[in-house]
């Protein structure tokens, strides 16, 4: 994925975010702002228990107003329970927290409806009649302004919390915007340092090339001049022929620098062909000088991969050749490899010293070894060859193991 798409990808998580969080917010304020407006509900039981009472009072002039009242005085009740939609007005189902003190309301209420429907007993009883109404009037009163406080305070409840959800979205906003700007802040940083390793390998590659290709022609004079010596000297003393030795050992050193540094250079185009996995390790194995000391295991299962032979020999015949350093007179390299669902695993490892770990991050990187004659580009161009060819490259320790995974096509 380029810079700009993975840009692209955090910014649009952050929108989904603030989105996601704004219509959670405006969701809850709505639904209790409904429930709200049943508070002014509640109140209109008061005005119309109190209409009822005076219509009452006033039964002979008003007598038709009085069953309208309580019609809608019950209706009223009802809606604060059931909620529903109301002069273009939403009022939320009546929560079940609030139940028992609707239950009182609408008990309260049914006795005061009661007590209005005896009114068309006798004369002489009218008097207690209107003083039982308008007492069971006062009681559905008291039981609605009741019903009123206990809304308003389960609402301010439901404000507190609304309050602290606010708090945790605006910490979890916050939170996520820092870690997205970590993530972006890696990422620039990630694509300046491997712009900057490219620079560096394009650097060392012009100039290694040209220091090894001046350095070719008079390490082939040197060997052969040798070469020479050794075939006219004919009777050499030990101490002229460890000389011989040591210049010859000297040269196949600068020999093998000079190849790794030529091979790190290369920008060959890949020459992807079908191969069988045991050709490749046998040529890398006859490419090294082994002692007879160190045994060199072989998988028993053979592959074929499509990758460029010569670049691949290259990789395996340099971690040989790190295998055998680290092990030194005596030891064991063991090579296996595993056909996995679309790839092909392959594991070098080797009964050596092993490697620090405080160097396991830094062996890939070009320049960094832990040899004295090492160039420190070895590992680098093998991790360059196997990331050409789509695979990975990596190591574990205790004992060293190399692990390559390339892909089969």
Known sequence: MKVKQKIASIVMVQIILIIVSFLVLVYIETEWLDLGNSIDYAGLNRFLALGSIMEIHHE??????????????????????NGGKINGESLKELPTELEKEWNEVYENYLIFRESIEKLDSTKSEQENIHSE???????????????????????????????????????????????????????????????????RFATIGKMGASIAHDLRNPLTVIKGSLEMLKIKQKEVNEFQKAQFDKISKAVDKIQYLTKDVLDFSKTS???????????????????????????????????????????????????????????????????DSEERYDDIMITIKDTGKGIDRKDISKIFEPLYTTKQSGTGLGLANCKRIIEEHGGKIGVKINPTMFIIILPKK
Do not use: C, W
């Open 133 to 199: 109404i308008e007492q069971n009037g006062k009681a559905v009163i008291q039981s609605s302004d009741k019903l009123v406080e206990e809304i308003t305070i389960f609402l301010e409840g439901k404000n507190q919390l609304l309050i602290r959800l606010e708090i945790a979205l605006l910490i979890t906003n916050t939170i996520v915007h820092i870690i997205l700007v970590i993530i972006v802040f890696r990422i620039f940083n990630k694509e300046a340092l491997e712009k900057i390793q490219l620079e």
């Open 60 to 81: 002979e002039k008003y007598f038709d107003e009085k069953d309208k009242m309580i019609n809608m005085l019950e209706k009223n009740i009802l809606l604060i329970k």
């Open 269 to 335: 185009l890949m020459k992807k062909e079908d191969v069988e996995l045991l050709e490749i390790l046998n040529n890398s194995i006859n490419e090294v000088e082994i002692s007879e000391q160190i045994e060199v295991k072989l998988p028993k299962n053979n592959y074929k991969i499509k990758v460029d032979k010569i670049k691949i020999q290259t990789v395996i015949t340099n971690l040989i050749k790190n295998a055998i350093d680290a092990i030194g007179e005596k030891g064991v390299i063991e090579i």
